[in-house]
């Protein structure tokens, strides 16, 4: 079993940034692709980015390329997510996410693991 932890949301105003943090037990953490997504209240969970188990490949939804950044730091077992300049638009529970199958996907369905969630929220 893998156990995800997120850390670093908050309340933060518009053109700010925050970092999360997502930290994993087990031995097996290099191993995953790892994705973060995000849910806004009476919203259905969506993709923003994720990583290959290098960290040598990202992909970003649309909507955040150019202000977020995904990176981890195997060595640590953490992956992060850097928020720049972000917008109202971006407020959300944000949840990382551990694919040990490598499917390299952008749906809930292919992520085995899951985090508990960090709120994120942006005022205007």
């Known amino acids: 079993q893998v156990q995800l932890v997120e850390s670093g949301g908050g309340l933060v105003q518009t053109g700010g940034s925050l970092r999360l943090s997502c930290a994993a037990s087990?031995?097996?953490?290099?191993?995953?692709?790892m994705g973060w997504f995000r849910q806004a209240p009476g919203k259905e969970r969506e993709f923003v980015a994720r990583?290959?188990?290098?960290?040598?490949?990202?992909y970003y939804t649309d909507s955040v390329k150019d202000r977020f950044t995904i990176s981890r730091d195997n060595a640590k077992n953490t992956a992060y997510l850097q928020m720049n300049s972000l917008k109202p638009e971006d407020t959300a529970v944000y949840y990382c996410?551990?694919?040990?199958?490598?499917?390299?996907?952008?749906?809930?369905?292919?992520?085995?693991?899951w985090g508990q969630g960090t709120q994120v929220t942006v005022s205007s």
């Open positions: 990583i290959s188990v290098s960290g040598g490949s990202t």
């Open positions: 087990g031995r097996t953490f290099s191993t995953f692709t």
């Open positions: 996410a551990a694919d040990p199958k490598g499917r390299w996907g952008v749906r809930v369905r292919h992520y085995d693991y």
